[in-house]
């Protein structure tokens, strides 16, 4: 999964999923760092362009109230706006939130009332967000961060059901151990896989099936076969 947090990276990978479509998929989306310029006459057009050309979510978007680079309200101007576009285009929701709860909530639970479904990513956040999300339908997706030394919510890990798990690496940075430290890559995401069956106390194997229906599901992914079943041309 391929993420366009702006124009120029959306055109980007709408090109490599164009170019690999067995292994590479869009979004395409303003990430909340990049909202200070977000004006929706200029940016909605191109990412509902986006949306027609392939791309298989919104976003990333969301609230990051971490940094001051870009005005809360600003901020929520271009989350709403991806939201509201996300119901009219029937398009999941890739979000990014930090320090930003209590208003990220608010959105979480307008979106599923809409029947907008997305995902948390590289989720860190408290139980509460967690639960607001699950309830409005939505997905909790847990990267390398899980595997690093500091990490001490394994309750987290094991609230979220199966059939809402979903896995990621956001590479090129948060490389699992044994990784850490090194450029991230998807093949790493087994990592990630292995701690959480550890923690959830099942196998790899159950993990990886039910992140891959998941994201098939939430994203709308094909099922492929496998290269050594398909018809040669």
Request: proline share 6%.
């Amino acid at each position: 999964m391929c993420i366009g947090e702006a124009q120029t990276a959306a055109s980007r990978a709408l090109a490599l999923a164009a170019q690999y479509p067995r292994f590479v998929f869009a979004t395409a989306g303003v990430h909340p760092g990049e909202a200070g310029t977000y004006e929706r006459q200029r940016d909605e057009p191109w990412i509902r362009e986006a949306m027609t050309a392939g791309a298989v979510a919104i976003g990333e978007c969301g609230l990051d109230y971490h940094y001051d680079h870009v005005a809360p309200e600003q901020q929520r101007l271009a989350f709403a706006d991806q939201i509201e576009m996300a119901a009219s285009v029937g398009k999941p929701l890739i979000v990014h939130t930090r320090d930003a709860e209590p208003d990220t909530m608010t959105a979480v639970r307008e979106a599923g009332s809409a029947g907008v479904r997305g995902v948390l990513h590289c989720y860190t956040g408290s139980h509460e967000l967690a639960d607001v999300a699950l309830s409005a339908g939505w997905y909790i997706s847990f990267s390398g961060i899980i595997t690093f030394a500091r990490w001490t919510d394994d309750a987290l890990v094991r609230l979220v059901p199966e059939d809402r798990l979903l896995v990621e690496t956001d590479a090129p940075y948060l490389a699992p151990v044994p990784k850490r430290g090194r450029r991230n890559e998807p093949q790493f995401a087994r990592y990630t896989v292995e701690r959480l069956a550890t923690v959830r106390n099942t196998s790899i194997d159950a993990i990886g099936a039910a992140v891959t229906a998941n994201a098939r599901r939430l994203l709308h992914l094909p099922v492929l076969s496998s290269p050594s079943t398909e018809p040669r041309a």
